[in-house]
T-cell receptor, first 109, second 119 residues
Framework: GQNIDQPTEMTATEGAIVQINCTYQ??????LFWYQQHAGEAPTFLSY??LDGLEEKGRFSSFLSRSKGYSYLLLKELQMKDSASYLC??????????WGAGTKLIIKP | GAVVSQHPSRVICKSGTSVKIECRSL??????MFWYRQFPKQSLMLMAT?????????EQGVEKDKFLINHASLTLSTLTVTSAHPEDSSFYIC???????????????FGAGSRLTVL
């Protein structure tokens, strides 16, 4: 079966750095996405990785290793507004998106 | 950027009634829209893929007669929850893509979601 694993919840301090990991086992791979979802709202797109390596976008970076079936989302200079759930999703060989359950990130002052 | 509008954002209905949720792509045409369902603290669950001008493709375990999808135009898809029951209470989210970007991402843009409560 297809599976996306990410931690259920993480806590970090304002101004710090946090890394959210995602491991996947899917039938084929056609890209990995990270989305941010605030409570009661729809997900918003953060990043996309299809090749190995690091993609940097301001305070957020996303890394991919296809051979390890692994990705992480790195958030720097954390702000209170970063408190949200972070969803990892992988597009499989049929171009279907397989979603992880999300990691709830709690930022403390 | 691409915008997807979803309405209503919240709806409360009595058991046995039907509820219609609309999803519109505001500044692009979407031949395909996706309907998701999300329970609290759980992941997005794809319910169906809505195709303009043809029948929707439903995921395994999703009752097509209960969750009616109509994609009548390139900018509008509707989901009707028929004979709703309390167990249908959930957060329903639609999404669409305005095509493949230069990176090949084909990013989904989500509507704001509709929270359905069935009494």
């Amino acid at each position: 079966g297809q599976n996306i694993d990410q931690p259920t919840e993480m806590t970090a301090t304002e101004g710090a750095i946090v890394q959210i990991n995602c491991t996947y086992q899917t039938s084929g791979f056609n890209g990995l996405f990270w989305y941010q979802q605030h409570a009661g709202e729809a997900p918003t797109f953060l990043s996309y990785n299809v090749l190995d390596g690091l993609e940097e976008k301001g305070r957020f970076s996303s890394f991919l290793s296809r051979s390890k079936g692994y990705s992480y989302l790195l958030l720097k200079e954390l702000q209170m507004k970063d408190s949200a759930s972070y969803l990892c999703a992988v597009r499989d060989s049929n171009y279907q998106l397989i979603w992880g359950a999300g990691t709830k990130l709690i930022i403390k002052p | 950027g691409a915008v997807v509008s979803q309405h209503p954002s919240r709806v409360i209905c009595k058991s046995g009634t039907s509820v219609k949720i609309e999803c519109r792509s505001l500044d692009f045409q979407a031949t395909t829209m996706f309907w998701y369902r999300q329970f609290p603290k759980q992941s997005l669950m794809l319910m169906a893929t809505s195709n303009e001008g043809s029948k929707a493709t439903y995921e395994q375990g999703v009752e097509k007669d209960k969750f009616l999808i109509n994609h009548a135009s390139l900018t509008l898809s509707t989901l009707t929850v028929t004979s709703a029951h309390p167990e249908d209470s959930s957060f329903y989210i639609c999404s669409a893509s305005n095509g493949t970007s230069a990176s090949g991402a084909n990013v989904l843009t989500f509507g704001a979601g509709s929270r359905l409560t069935v009494l």
